[in-house]
C-alpha cells in the first residue's frame, strides 16, 4: 500500500480589526492539499461559523413562486415530455428514449459531448432534497447504464463518462425540474483526465491503486463515514466544493460493469447525503459520478462520486464559483471536512 501525505500548511495573517477598535488581530489559515491531484483548498477558523454570509438563507416565498411559473412551460412535466424532447436515431436507438420507472433518458437539444443524455428523473416537477429517494435516483443511474452499454456496443471508441447532477439555478441547470445529464466521450475531460493521471502515476510508483490506499488509509479515522454496499463514503481531505461528499466503488471502474445492487446502494447514500445537506438548510446541489470504460482502465481508477452544495436561491444571490474556484482552481471550506463527516456518520450506520 503507498502512503498517502495529507498536506496542509499554516498561515498567521495578522491585521489591525475595526471591530476590536483596532487592536491587532490574527486569524491563522489552514491551507490543504490535495494528495493525489495538488488542489487546494482554504479554511478561516474565523469563518466557520458563518456560513450563512456565504451561502445565504432560501426565500421560501421566491421558491414557491420559480416553481410555480416555470410549471407552466417545462417541458418535463406531464405530456410534455413526451412532445418536447428529442429521441435518438433508431439506428442508435430503435425505442427512441431510455425509459426506467418515472426516469426518461434522451438526447440533449445542444450536445456538450459526444454523447449528452438528458434524463429527467421523475413526475414531480420540484422536491425537496429529502424527497429524492433511493429508487428514484437509482432509477436516473439504471437508465444510465442502459445508455452506456448502447454507445459502447455502437462505438469502440467510446470510454469516459460522468453521470451529473445540477439542481436549480445556482448549480447551472436551467430547469427547475430534477434531471440527471451525462456526457461519454473518446478522451477524458480535463478533471478526469487529471484523476486518470494521477492515478496511473500512483500505480507505477506504489503497485497499488491510489482509491483503493485512500480508503484504507482514511477507513475509521475522522474523515470516514461509512459504507454502502461495495461504495465507501467519506469527506475528502481538501474538497472541491462545500460540504463535499464522496463515494468511492472498491473494485470496478466502469458504469457498465455496476450492478444493480450497486447503484441501489449508491442511491441510497446519495439520498442520505441530500437529506442531510436539507438539514444544513441546504438546496442547490451538484454531482458526477465518474466512470472509465474497463479496457481504457490500467486498473488504477475506481468509479467515484463528488457530491456538493451551492449557493442557496434568494433574491440577487452571490455566485459561489469566484476568483478563488474559477482562476485559482482553490476551494474555500466552511465546514470542515471532519465535521462533515462526523455529522453524517450516523445516518449511515447500518
Ligand atoms: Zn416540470
Not at 232 to 238: H, N, V
Request: hydrophobic share 40%; charged share 25%.
Amino acid at each position: 500500500m503507498g502512503r498517502i501525505s495529507f498536506e496542509s500548511i499554516a498561515s498567521d495573517v495578522r491585521f489591525l480589526n475595526p471591530m476590536k477598535e483596532f487592536a491587532e488581530d490574527v486569524q491563522t489559515l489552514q491551507i490543504r492539499k490535495d494528495p493525489l491531484l495538488g488542489d487546494t483548498s482554504v479554511f478561516n477558523p474565523e469563518l466557520k461559523d458563518k456560513a450563512q454570509i456565504f451561502f445565504g438563507k432560501c426565500d421560501q416565498e421566491l421558491i414557491k413562486s420559480l416553481v410555480e411559473e416555470t410549471a407552466k412551460t417545462c417541458f418535463f412535466c406531464g405530456e410534455a415530455v413526451a412532445k418536447s424532447t428529442p429521441r435518438f436515431m433508431p439506428d442508435f436507438c430503435s425505442t427512441g428514449r431510455i425509459r426506467v420507472g418515472e426516469a426518461l433518458l434522451f438526447p440533449n437539444l445542444f450536445s456538450l459531448g459526444t454523447y449528452h443524455p438528458v434524463i429527467r428523473l421523475c413526475d414531480a416537477h420540484f422536491l425537496k432534497l429529502s424527497e429524492f429517494t433511493p429508487e428514484l435516483i437509482k432509477n436516473g443511474f439504471l437508465a444510465a447504464r442502459q445508455f452506456i452499454r448502447i454507445a459502447y456496443a455502437k462505438d469502440p471508441e467510446v470510454a469516459y463518462a460522468a453521470v451529473t447532477a445540477n439542481y436549480l439555478f445556482p448549480a447551472g441547470a436551467s430547469l427547475v425540474h430534477p434531471h440527471l445529464q451525462m456526457i461519454a466521450t473518446p478522451i477524458p475531460y480535463s478533471y478526469q483526465a487529471r484523476m486518470l493521471d494521477g492515478c496511473s502515476r500512483w500505480q507505477r510508483e506504489n503497485g497499488t491503486s491510489y482509491f483503493a490506499d485512500l480508503i484504507a488509509e482514511e477507513k475509521d479515522g475522522p474523515r470516514y463515514i461509512g459504507q454502502t454496499g461495495s461504495w465507501q463514503w467519506l469527506t475528502p481531505f481538501s474538497p472541491l466544493g462545500n460540504n463535499e461528499v464522496m463515494a468511492i466503488h472498491e473494485d470496478l471502474g466502469d458504469l457498465d460493469a455496476l450492478s444493480d445492487v450497486d447503484l441501489s446502494n449508491l442511491a441510497s447514500g446519495i439520498s442520505k447525503v441530500l437529506s442531510h445537506y436539507e438539514t444544513l438548510g441546504h438546496l442547490s446541489y451538484n454531482y458526477a459520478l465518474y466512470s472509465v470504460r474497463k479496457n481504457k482502465n490500467d486498473g488504477s481508477f475506481r468509479a467515484l462520486i463528488k457530491i456538493i452544495t451551492r449557493q442557496n436561491l434568494y433574491a440577487n444571490y452571490r455566485n459561489d464559483d469566484y476568483f478563488l474556484q474559477k482562476l485559482l482552481q482553490s476551494e474555500l471550506i466552511i465546514t470542515p471536512p471532519e465535521e462533515l463527516a462526523e455529522q453524517l456518520r450516523k445516518s449511515f450506520r447500518p
